[in-house]
């Protein structure tokens, strides 16, 4: 026989006091409408709150990281150079907030070709079914060629492209990232998985040189993320590569003693993937540091984030 319930008697609960409560919100912390004024009024204008009030602290880790000469690390995937922040990312650069860039593959393929013909970002799906995605052939064989270059030379990937695109003849070259850390002397490292990028399916791509030119960046990230104490590290729109990169920078170098902590870690993209959560915004900081997880368009929330930072610092 199944048991029997009857309705719960709530004659003896207890009660408390609405003041001795604690509450989570208060009138003081609510947001007020913005009419006009300053940036940093309408940054000031919003509720205190979840991820205006996490906004506010990232500004100002990033604020007393650079007063401080302490870096500011930007991770990045290739989404934010697809919605058009190179020019807020150069910006950054050139105003020494951005002290180092690291990007995925695919990153320098849009850089590239945005400095070259003003224009990036083809109709994958539309060009697979008739073969001709990815085979640009500009973008194959000067990348391709870049890097062979540049690694017989000694160079990373980043600075191999970076220099090309610099001294080369392209006609947008102000709007590349890798040709302005170039320009300013910031480390720009590019960290590749073989065959997630359209280049490596041209016949100029050698392995040997793409792998040698990333594993170079990969060890010049690791020297910038020894000094990370005190700074800030920004990871972009990159769900994958970024952030087991970035992990395994961070086991390298406290392996080598070098004392990675105490930093603000930042994560921001449409959706806070397994990879982020662990590798950007939990595990690194375990041993000290914030973290924040800023959820939203990149051609929003980074604008709105670089104007914050830019009006603060005066």
């Known amino acids: 026989m199944p048991r029997k319930y009857k309705p719960i008697s709530l004659r003896s609960i207890k ?27 309408f940054i ?23 007063k401080k000469d ?16 190179s020019p807020v990312i150069i910006s950054l650069m050139e105003n020494k907030v951005i002290t180092a860039v690291a ?14 013909i003003g ?12 073969g001709s995605f990815g085979m640009a052939r500009e973008t194959g064989q000067v990348l391709n060629n870049a890097i062979n270059t540049g690694v017989k030379k000694g160079h990373g990937m980043g600075q191999s492209v970076g220099e090309h695109i610099l001294k080369g003849g392209a006609p947008y070259k102000n709007h590349s990232i890798l040709a302005a850390a170039s320009r300013l002397g910031i ?10 990028d359209i280049i490596h399916m041209h016949p100029q791509a050698d392995g040997a040189s793409i792998g040698e030119g990333s594993h170079r960046d ?26 087991e990169v970035f992990l395994k920078a961070i086991a390298v170098t406290r392996n080598l003693k070098h004392d990675v902590r105490d930093f603000t870690t930042v994560n921001m993209d449409f ?14 900081v375990i041993t000290g540091g914030n973290s924040y997880a800023l959820t939203g368009h990149h051609e929003i929330m980074f604008p709105l984030l670089a104007a914050a930072v830019m009006e603060e610092m005066g």
């Open 15 to 41: 009660t408390c006091g609405l003041k001795s409560r604690k509450s989570k919100v208060a009138l003081d912390e609510a947001g007020q409408l913005f009419s006009r004024g300053s940036f940093s009024e």
């Open 44 to 66: 000031s204008s919003l509720p205190d709150i979840l991820a205006a009030k996490d906004f506010r602290a990232v500004v100002a880790a990033i604020v007393k990281a650079r």
């Open 70 to 85: 302490r870096p500011v690390v930007l991770g990045m995937g290739a989404h934010p150079i697809k919605v058009g922040l």
């Open 103 to 116: 990007m995925n593959g695919a990153c320098i393929v849009h850089d590239f070709e945005l400095s070259m």
């Open 119 to 130: 224009h990036t970002s083809e109709d994958v799906a539309s060009e697979l079914c008739d």
């Open 187 to 196: 480390p720009a490292s590019v960290h590749v998985a073989i065959g997630t």
């Open 218 to 243: 990969f060890k010049l990230f690791c020297s910038v993320v020894s000094d990370l104490r005190g700074g800030v590290y920004i990871n972009l729109g990159s769900a994958v590569i970024l952030p």
């Open 271 to 284: 959706i806070q993937h397994y990879r982020c959560r662990e590798n950007v915004l939990r595990r690194p």
